[in-house]
């Protein structure tokens, strides 16, 4: 039972304890940790390597000892993440003495916009009431006492959550071996029914209460989205090299900060600057969901996959945000730079196959035929075919690539392994959408059934071959061995 680091705050600095990746997110958000020199975090600890924590609170105190601030991490049940840092009111002064104190409440509003239950939509807000632990008006036993409402748009209370203190809290250094044995025999299952009980509840209110189903939107910039699958992980990192090889061959005078839910932020600069200039701010590229990389990996072209997504306006379906979108489309395609700009890019020249085996090129046509088939992966955000008017007939002036961007970046500079990595990764992809309905895992699953009946048939042609040589009585005697190899064989 532990609390660990990686279970909290932003993604991606695994080095970092909690005070260093508390001082990285405070400082994103103009503040300074120095400013609160006692910080308490308030959560569920890890038990047998699980941790589920739909809420913690970290506790934020000046140097009086006065809760100054309070910082909400919320988590849903898709693994998305949303941190809000909260300014309260501060505690009321007293005139004089109260022969009844009560204690002091920090009082905090704010606008929701994280997706947590399907039962709701991602309007409203909430508003946070929460006792001082520490407050001197609070019993000599610290007591944790944190009310949370929900609004709906129109400003009616939705819903009432509040966690509390139920007994006298406990030091494990004071508890001795039997007082941690009996904590742990108490608590231990409270983690691992917290997503069940998530469950059951749903089920209520879907069968019982029929109430309205949301589906879950992308995240939102100021988010933090799920963490990236194994297969996404592959695409990420052939795009990062591919991102920081078009900034560096480029003109850009600003360098371009890139953030995934997965990893700490990156600085890419331009190689024709001798020094980047302190005065222009960053180029803000930030992948909100590592479904970014899924989508990508259905594209030949990437710059009408970025230019399609930076023009929607539907928030609910976005996977990356760029603060200077017209640079961003200049490094994929140098064609569009304006007068106004001072970006003039390379990208990677048409990759040779000569280098591939022959099985590898087969699966790059493969590839392409899969592309063509399946060009709209992702139909909430690519544009709807027009409808084509009589005697109109109309054609695409696109360059016809077997090859998109990445593609060829990766098949000219990347090394062998990691060539095969990704080749199969976008194998993967576009199969799913042409097979699974786009789940990468549907196709797992898939392929584990076929390798699993595959097996068994193998495994019962082998025992039916052996009953004819050694005929029945002998076979009789094998019977058990060969029953055990074939459970063997299939669990293998």
């Given at each position: 039972m532990n609390v660990n680091a990686q279970d909290y705050l932003e993604r991606g600095y695994d080095g970092l304890g909690?005070?260093?990746k508390l001082?990285?997110?405070?400082e994103s958000q103009g503040e300074t940790i120095d400013d609160y020199p006692h910080i308490y975090l308030v959560t569920a600890p890890?038990?047998?390597g699980y941790s589920f924590n739909p809420v913690s609170f970290w506790y934020l105190y000046n140097d009086h000892k006065e809760l100054r601030a309070i910082v909400l991490e919320v988590n849903n049940t898709f693994g998305e993440r949303r941190l809000y840092f909260l300014k309260g009111s501060p505690a009321p002064e007293l005139d004089e003495p109260s022969t009844h104190p009560h204690p002091s409440n920090f009082n905090a509003t704010w606008l929701k916009d994280f997706h947590v239950s399907p039962f709701n939509s991602r309007k409203g807000s909430y508003a946070l009431n929460a006792i001082d632990p520490f407050s001197p008006f609070t019993s000599s036993t610290s007591k944790i006492d944190n009310t949370i409402t929900l609004s709906s748009s129109k400003a009616h209370a939705k819903l009432v959550a509040r966690v509390f203190s139920t007994g006298s809290s406990s030091d494990p250094a004071t508890l001795g071996y039997w007082g941690r044995?009996?904590?742990?025999?108490t608590w231990w299952w409270v983690g691992f029914m917290t997503f069940p009980r998530?469950?059951?509840?749903?089920?209520?209110?879907?069968f019982r209460r029929k109430l309205h189903v949301w589906y879950r939107p992308e995240v939102l910039k100021d988010s933090i989205g799920r963490a990236a699958t194994n297969d996404e992980i592959i695409i990420e990192s052939s795009f990062k090299s591919l991102m920081k090889h078009l900034v560096a061959t480029?003109?850009?005078?600003?360098?371009?900060?890139?953030t995934s839910s997965s990893s700490a932020a990156e600085y890419f600069y331009s190689s024709?600057?001798?020094?980047?200039?302190?005065?222009?701010?960053?180029?803000?590229?930030?992948?909100?969901?590592p479904l970014f990389f899924a989508r990508l990996a259905c594209h030949s072209h990437i710059s009408e996959f970025l230019s399609h997504e930076i023009l929607t306006d539907d928030d609910t379906n976005r996977t990356f945000y760029i603060s200077h979108p017209q640079i961003l489309l200049q490094l994929f395609d140098p064609s569009t730079t304006t007068t106004t700009t001072t970006t003039t890019t390379n990208l990677p020249s048409q990759s040779p196959t000569t280098h591939l085996s022959t099985l590898t090129r087969l699966q790059w046509r493969f590839l392409h035929w899969l592309r063509h088939r399946h060009r709209n992966c992702n139909p909430h955000t690519m544009p709807q075919e027009p409808q084509q008017q009589p005697n109109v007939q109309t054609s695409d002036i696109r360059h016809p690539s077997t090859y998109s961007h990445l593609d060829r970046f990766v098949l000219a500079h990347e090394p062998r392994d990691q060539i095969l990595q990704y080749t199969n990764v976008v194998t993967k992809?576009?199969?799913?959408?042409?097979?699974a309905f786009g789940s990468v895992g549907m196709l797992d699953a898939g392929f584990w059934l076929c390798k699993l009946v595959a097996s068994y048939l193998f495994v019962v042609a082998v025992r039916d071959c052996w009953a004819e040589v050694l005929g029945e009585e002998e076979w009789r005697i094998v019977r058990v061995c060969a029953g055990g190899a074939q459970v063997g064989c299939v669990g293998l």
């Open positions: 909690l005070k260093e001082k990285v997110y405070l890890r038990f047998l044995l009996r904590f742990i025999a998530i469950l059951k509840e749903a089920a209520k209110l879907f480029s003109t850009v005078e600003q360098p371009l900060k890139f024709s600057k001798d020094s980047p200039n302190p005065q222009l701010p960053a180029i803000e590229f930030k992948i909100i969901s992809i576009l199969l799913s959408h042409a097979l």
